[in-house]
Structures are given as C-alpha cells and as structure tokens.
C-alpha cells in the first residue's frame, strides 16, 4: 500500500505520515522545501517524541521524498500507483497541489480501484476545496474524475510545534490525536486507518474543533501576543489571559450545543481537555506560530468570524469573541506577511472597507457594526 502525502512539515511529518505508516502505508512525502526534501531522501526513519502525559517515542521509515516542484513528473507517476493522497500544506496552498494531484488521477491505469484524497488542513471542508481545484484542471476526455477518485473531508488534531533548529527531521508532537475521516464517499471501501475515526457524518465534528481547539488556540496566541509573552503554555498560566479564553470557548460552547445538539456535559469535557492541551508545558508552542496568518483566521467562515457570525444572527452578542477579535486586530508580527498585510489594510483602508476585506462580511450583517467599531478603534491607537 502506498501513500504520498504533499506537505513535509509538522502535521506532515508528526502526525500524518506517522498514522500512515503506522497503518502499513510506504509513505511517499512531497514538498516543494528543497533542504527538507533532501533530509528525507537522505535518511531511512526519523523520530516523533510525544510530550506531555505517558510520553513516547515512534519510529516512522519506509518513507521516500520527492520535491513535487522540480521532480513533478515523478509525483505524477507516484500517485498514478498510489492508494491514497493527502495534504498538510495550508489551505491557501491546495491550489498549487491540485494539478500535479489531477495529472497523477489522469495518469492511473484502467481498473486500479479509486485515489482516496483528503486533506488534512485547518479548514471547513478543505477536501471540497481541493476537489474542486482538481475539477479545475480535469480533463473531461480522460473520463470521469468521479470515477478515478474519491474524496473525503477530515477533521485533524494535534499540536504540532514548529520544531527546534538542530533537531533535524524528528518531531515534538503531544501525545493527543484525533483524525475524523468522513466514511460516506467511500462506499465501503474506507482505507484501514488505526488511529483515524470514521464518521457519517462529519459537519458537527469539523466545526467543533475550528471552533473549539482553533478558536481557543488563536485567542490564547492573540491575547498572549498583546500581553508580551512568547509561549502558549506561559499565555495560558496568565490568569486574564486563561479567563479570556475561558470565555471565548463559552460562547463557541453554546453555539455548538444550540446548533449540532452535543451534549453540554461532553463539550464542557472537550473545552477542559483542551484548555489543558494549551497548558502542556513540555510543548515548545509559540503565540507567533499559533497566531500566524491572522488574515486567514479573520475570514468569513473562520475560528471568529465563523462563531461570532452565527451568534449574532441568533441575537446574541459574542463579547468575548469581539474581545478575541480586537487582539488578533493588534497581531502585528513583522515576520508574518498576512499580519504585515492586516497592517497595511487598517492603515490605508476605511473602517468600513476594512472591515469588509478582512472579515467577508457583509455590512447588513448583525455582526458587523460591532466589528467595524473594533477596527475603528485599532486604525486610532496606530
Ligand atoms: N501544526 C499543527 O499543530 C497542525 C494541526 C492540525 C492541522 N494543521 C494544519 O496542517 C497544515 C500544515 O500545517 P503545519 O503546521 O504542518 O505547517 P508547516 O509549515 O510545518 O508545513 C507545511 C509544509 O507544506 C509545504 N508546502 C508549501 N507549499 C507547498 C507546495 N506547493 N507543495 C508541496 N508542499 C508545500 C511547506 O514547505 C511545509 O513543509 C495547515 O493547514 C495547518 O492548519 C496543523
Ligand atoms: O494551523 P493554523 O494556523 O490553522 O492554526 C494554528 C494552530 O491553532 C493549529 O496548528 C493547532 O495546533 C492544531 O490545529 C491543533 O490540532
């Protein structure tokens, strides 16, 4: 069985391509970072060091690794033989994988059984997005894409740091996982995934995480920032901080209990279980990597906008999400280009026309006056 996998980085390598091949898989990881590529190809196993409670060591080999920029003939040929495809690029990235990704479907001989893609990406269904980037570019003479592939959403989670200079290609990860694979496209034939959990239905489970563990990541990283520290863990020690989190995830808690009917009960034990994952101080997280990409997490169906959108057409105001908002708004790292791009928005844009850019919504929206105010008051402190 063979998987290749685009994206070599942190979920890549520490939780991706350790579940696959931990379920047999050869994996074949592809990349467009060259130093990386060639550390792969070069080595036969690298180390996943989980921290945290009952910590551990797994051994990841049977891997290879192409440079799906300059070797893209070979990825082609790769995923013309392969069972299964999955990403961990970003979800800004799909676009630029997807035609390597559909000349590898249109390159499969007649009778292989159908490529299973997912991508794995902090998203809302990023699989669709990637389907149809690969719809895109699909050759209709070829034959059907519907028959040469299938597609399946997923939902992932673990914390994986960015890793330490010098620590070559082994991995620090927390010991929590949970993969949540849609099992509907497969029609029976899902892959054999240990570790992974196959769901009829997926929706709930999407949101909950983004709205749940990404949510609350991204408040800790954005208050964390504004509060001048450097860690995640050391954030959530800050008891303003940890409140303002708290908050935010009890107002994301009653959406999604409103909304998809779980149980108060359990999603108060996911909500304590995860501000417990951000408390792990053997995990190396910083708020610049958590908080990374503020445009992306202010967008319309995101961890903010997302919930507080959907609050604010139920006529509740989401204090502690606008609250989350403003800081992320205040998220000025100069090595982040969207934070340096948010910057230059709020600077040369008016509210209004700021508030539309960043957040996609639209100024009917219930939500919006109180976004704009926030924005207001970011452009008069600069
Ligand atoms: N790190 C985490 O804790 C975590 C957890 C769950 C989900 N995710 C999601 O996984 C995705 C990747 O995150 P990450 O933290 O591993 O980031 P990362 O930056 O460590 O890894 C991304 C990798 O994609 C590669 N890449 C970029 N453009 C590419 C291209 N055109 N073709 C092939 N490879 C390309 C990069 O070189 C890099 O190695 C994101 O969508 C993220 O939201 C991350
Ligand atoms: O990857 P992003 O930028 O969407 O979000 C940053 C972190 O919140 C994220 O990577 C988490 O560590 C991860 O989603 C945990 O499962």
């Given at each position: 069985?063979?998987?290749?996998?685009?994206g070599?980085g942190n979920i890549?390598?520490?939780?991706?391509?350790?579940?696959?091949?931990?379920?047999?898989?050869?994996?074949?990881?592809?990349?467009v970072a060259?130093?990386?590529?060639?550390?792969?190809?070069?080595?036969?196993?690298?180390?996943?060091?989980?921290?945290?409670?009952?910590?551990?060591?797994?051994?990841?080999?049977?891997?290879?690794?192409?440079?799906?920029?300059?070797?893209?003939?070979?990825?082609?040929?790769?995923?013309?033989?392969?069972?299964?495809?999955?990403?961990a690029v970003g979800p800004h990235i799909l676009k630029f994988v997807?035609?390597?990704?559909?000349?590898?479907?249109?390159?499969?001989?007649?009778?292989?059984?159908?490529?299973?893609?997912?991508?794995?990406e902090n998203a809302i269904?990023a699989?669709?997005l990637?389907?149809?980037?690969?719809?895109?570019?699909?050759?209709?003479?070829?034959?059907?894409?519907?028959?040469?592939?299938?597609?399946?959403?997923?939902?992932?989670?673990?914390?994986?740091p960015n890793?330490?200079?010098?620590?070559?290609?082994?991995?620090?990860?927390?010991?929590?996982?949970?993969?949540?694979?849609?099992?509907?496209?497969?029609?029976?034939?899902?892959?054999?995934?240990?570790?992974?959990?196959?769901?009829?239905?997926?929706?709930?489970?999407?949101?909950?995480?983004l709205?749940?563990?990404n949510t609350?990541h991204a408040s800790a990283a954005y208050f964390g920032f504004e509060?001048?520290?450097e860690?995640i863990?050391?954030?959530?020690?800050?008891?303003?901080?940890?409140?303002?989190?708290?908050?935010?995830?009890?107002?994301?808690?009653?959406?999604?209990?409103?909304?998809?009917?779980?149980?108060?009960?359990?999603?108060?034990?996911?909500?304590?279980?995860?501000?417990?994952?951000?408390?792990?101080?053997?995990?190396?997280d910083t708020v610049n990597r958590v908080g990374r990409a503020p445009l992306r997490k202010l967008s319309r169906n995101e961890r903010f906008i997302g919930?507080a959108?959907?609050?604010?057409?139920?006529?509740?105001?989401?204090?502690?999400l606008?609250?989350a908002m403003a800081a992320a708004l205040r998220f000025n790292d100069p090595a982040d280009a969207e934070a340096v791009e948010l910057g230059k928005i709020l600077a040369e844009s008016?509210a209004?026309e700021a508030t539309a850019k960043i957040t996609g919504l639209?100024?009917?929206?219930?939500?919006?006056?109180?976004v704009?105010?926030l924005v207001?008051?970011r452009q008069?402190e600069s």
């Amino acid at each position: 069985m063979k998987a290749v996998h685009f994206g070599a980085g942190n979920i890549g390598r520490g939780f991706v391509g350790l579940l696959l091949h931990e379920a047999g898989y050869e994996v074949v990881f592809a990349d467009v970072a060259s130093e990386l590529i060639d550390q792969l190809a070069a080595a036969d196993s690298y180390q996943v060091h989980e921290v945290g409670e009952q910590p551990a060591v797994r051994t990841v080999d049977n891997f290879r690794a192409l440079n799906s920029g300059s070797q893209e003939a070979d990825v082609v040929a790769e995923i013309a033989t392969a069972d299964i495809v999955t990403t961990a690029v970003g979800p800004h990235i799909l676009k630029f994988v997807a035609p390597v990704i559909a000349r590898g479907i249109a390159a499969r001989a007649a009778g292989l059984p159908p490529l299973q893609v997912m991508a794995c990406e902090n998203a809302i269904n990023a699989t669709d997005l990637l389907r149809a980037e690969v719809e895109g570019r699909w050759d209709t003479a070829v034959g059907s894409l519907a028959g040469a592939a299938v597609f399946a959403n997923t939902a992932v989670d673990r914390i994986v740091p960015n890793q330490a200079p010098g620590q070559g290609l082994d991995v620090t990860v927390e010991t929590f996982y949970e993969w949540v694979i849609d099992r509907t496209p497969f029609a029976g034939h899902a892959p054999v995934i240990p570790g992974a959990t196959f769901v009829d239905e997926l929706g709930p489970y999407i949101e909950r995480k983004l709205f749940t563990v990404n949510t609350g990541h991204a408040s800790a990283a954005y208050f964390g920032f504004e509060a001048g520290l450097e860690k995640i863990s050391d954030a959530m020690a800050d008891q303003d901080v940890a409140a303002d989190v708290r908050a935010v995830l009890d107002e994301t808690k009653e959406l999604l209990v409103a909304k998809h009917g779980f149980n108060r009960d359990e999603q108060e034990a996911y909500v304590q279980k995860i501000l417990g994952r951000f408390t792990n101080p053997h995990l190396p997280d910083t708020v610049n990597r958590v908080g990374r990409a503020p445009l992306r997490k202010l967008s319309r169906n995101e961890r903010f906008i997302g919930p507080a959108a959907e609050l604010a057409e139920r006529g509740i105001v989401p204090e502690a999400l606008l609250g989350a908002m403003a800081a992320a708004l205040r998220f000025n790292d100069p090595a982040d280009a969207e934070a340096v791009e948010l910057g230059k928005i709020l600077a040369e844009s008016s509210a209004e026309e700021a508030t539309a850019k960043i957040t996609g919504l639209a100024a009917e929206h219930p939500l919006f006056p109180a976004v704009r105010s926030l924005v207001q008051e970011r452009q008069t402190e600069s």
